[in-house]
C-alpha cells in the first residue's frame, strides 16, 4: 500500500519538520511500554529535555504565528487546548523527581496528546489555513515561519536512536539527543 505524502505550502514546511520532532517522541513513549524502569527513567529524562530545548518552543512559535491566522473560534480554541494539553502532560512529568518512575500511564497520556496533536495539526488545521488564506497572508506567513527555520535544530536521528526500548533490558544507551541540542544552542 503506498503512502500519500502531504505537501504542504512552503509557509507551513518549517511547522510541519517541526513534527518530527513530537512523532518521534510519541513513538519513543508508546515503546516505554516493553522497557525496563530503569528505560523508562531515562527516557523521561530525555523528554523532558526535549521538550524544554525543543517541543516548548515549537509551541510558543506555532502559536505566535499561527493563532493570528486562525479565523475560525472553534479552531483557534482546538488548536490551543491542544498545545495545553502537551504542556500540562509535560509539566506533570516536570513535577515528578527523576528518580521516580512516571509509569506507563502518564508517559502514554503525553504519547498520545504530542500523537493527536501533531496529526490534528497536519490533517485538519494546516489544509484550513492554506484553504483560508489568500496570496499576500501566505507570503508574510512564510516570512515569518523562514525566521523561525533560520534557527531551528531537529536531532530527530539523534533522538529516535537515543534509548533502546526493544526489550525490558535494563541497559538503556545514553540519550543523544539532549547533548545534540544543547550543540546546536
Keep these: 500500500m503506498e503512502k500519500s505524502l502531504l505537501k504542504r505550502h512552503v509557509s ?11 512523532l518521534v517522541c510519541a ?6 511500554v516493553r522497557a525496563s524502569e ?3 527513567l531515562r527516557l523521561s529524562e530525555q523528554i523532558r ?6 517541543i516548548g518552543s515549537y509551541l510558543e512559535d506555532e502559536q505566535r504565528v499561527l493563532s493570528p491566522v486562525i479565523h475560525d473560534n472553534a479552531l483557534r480554541e482546538e488548536f490551543q487546548q491542544r498545545h495545553n494539553n502537551v504542556r500540562s502532560l509535560t509539566k ?3 513535577q ?4 521516580q518512575d512516571p509509569g506507563l500511564g502518564l508517559l502514554s ?17 494546516f489544509p484550513t489555513i492554506e484553504q483560508s488564506l489568500d496570496a499576500e497572508q501566505m507570503q508574510q506567513l512564510s516570512e515569518a515561519t523562514a525566521s523561525i527555520e533560520a534557527l531551528r535544530s531537529r536531532p530527530t536521528q539523534e533522538l529516535h536512536a537515543s534509548i533502546a526500548l526493544n526489550k525490558q533490558s535494563g541497559l538503556a544507551e545514553t540519550c543523544g539527543c539532549a547533548t545534540a541540542s544543547k550543540e546546536a544552542s
Aim: glycine letters at 4%.
Design 12 to 22: 507551513l514546511q518549517p511547522l510541519s519538520r517541526d513534527h518530527g520532532i513530537g
Design 27 to 32: 513513538q519513543r513513549l508508546h515503546k516505554a
Design 38 to 40: 530503569n528505560d523508562r
Design 49 to 54: 529535555v526535549v521538550f524544554e530545548n525543543l
Design 92 to 94: 506533570s512529568l516536570d
Design 96 to 99: 515528578l523527581d527523576p528518580a
Design 109 to 125: 497520556r503525553i504519547a498520545d496528546a504530542l500523537d493527536e496533536y501533531v496529526r490534528w495539526e497536519e490533517h485538519s488545521l
